[in-house]
């Protein structure tokens, strides 16, 4: 009997072994504290590392089963959260790009001499709206310039410790998304001139990109007057911005331009100096390469500075600036040249970068002063027209006749032909000439 009772005891356990009971699987079930008498287990299993995880349990028979899901509302959420972060990413990584490729800080010096020239080329009243759009295209085009120098200088730049952590050079951005960019942005400038300013204006951009991309970008590795050839494309924003305002060339136009292209020796002399090894590196050839000692390269400097001085008389003459103008000028030229002075006789990196400094404090300087000491058509007209007024005295029949003449349309009047045309003089494109005398 004993031996019957152990086999069916022994059966009994292998049936429970085969077919585990519901209370066994909760003592052994490793889910969390958080699920009532189910934190009473002796298990060691780790526990859930959500609790956010919800817990499905289904009874089949005997058996409970318990499935955990993840949480699919968080990952729902979270998604969106990374794609923005990844486009904020993206639009992060190409505006830097694109702002090193077009050399920013230079654009905007571009852009600064050519508002300078338009604000000229006005007058006395400012297109505001003309004057924005015109430098909004200029640096359009400045951009395009200097991304195409930079697409067609990759193994140049790659070899400078200077330029060796540019867009192409360290890989950022690929040549062809380059010259994508650089085609877009000139295209887009040039239009813009076109449609808002003029079709001079345009045609200086898109000539002024040309010679700075096409001419002056592969001059730099066969020949040292590059320099010079750099000059003429600085040259010819300020004539841009004049064109751009009164639709014409004239003498006058020429004055910022000429400063601009005297102040870029010395600046170019002095950078290029100091940064001998770096263009040897990138296979430039430059003027001071070929000058070991540095003399000729500090002659070329002082004898551009000398060549400022003159021009704050001359704007005076021309009617373009006062007379206050034509001393802060001079002072302003004499300050360069006694850096470039120094520089010539020593030539030390020291006195290369103090000419540097001084090139770059002048011509903010000198821009604004012509802007805030420059003669407004009217002004002109009107200390003109009082001389007239004084020299002259007035019969009764001039009388009559300014009296008929202010009753008639503005449009239908006729200028008087008894005295010259003064009010022909500030639109001349020689100001400086007598004003035309017209007989009867």
Known sequence: MWRRNSLSLSAKLARLNSNPSPFLFLRTSPISHRHGPLARSNSTAPESTSAADSV???????????????????????????????VADLVKHYSRCYWELSKARLSMLVVATSGTGYILGSGSSIDYLGLCCTCAGTMMV???????????????????????????PSGRITRPHAVMW???????????????????????????????????????????????????????????????????????????????YFWQLPHFMALAYLCRKDYVDGGFKMFSLADPSGYRTAWVALRNCLYLLPLGYLAYDWGIASGWFCVESTLLALAISSTAGLFLFNRTTKNARRMFHASLLYLPVFMGGLLVHRCYDNELSATVENSNQLAELPSSSSLDGDRTRSSTPRKNRRPALSRPPVAYASVAPFPFLPAPYVSN
Not at 143 to 166: G, I, P, Y
């Open 182 to 260: 650089a085609s877009s942005m000139g295209l887009a400038g040039t239009a813009l001139l076109a449609c808002e300013a003029n079709t001079l204006a345009a045609g200086l951009a898109a000539s002024n990109l040309v010679l700075y991309a096409f001419v002056y970008t592969p001059l730099k590795q066969i020949h040292p007057v590059n320099t010079w050839v750099g000059a003429i494309v600085g040259a010819i924003p300020p004539l841009l911005g004049w064109a751009a305002a009164s639709g014409q060339i004239s003498l006058n136009s020429m004055m910022l331009p000429a400063a601009l």
């Open 142 to 168: 400045a951009a395009a310039a200097n991304s195409l120098n930079q697409v067609f200088e990759v193994k140049n730049d790659a070899r400078m410790n200077r330029t060796r952590l540019r867009p192409l």
């Open 56 to 86: 499905t349990c289904s009874q089949s028979g005997p058996d409970v089963r318990c499935i955990a899901t993840p949480p699919a509302v968080g990952l729902v959420a979270s998604a969106p959260a990374s794609k923005a972060k990844e």
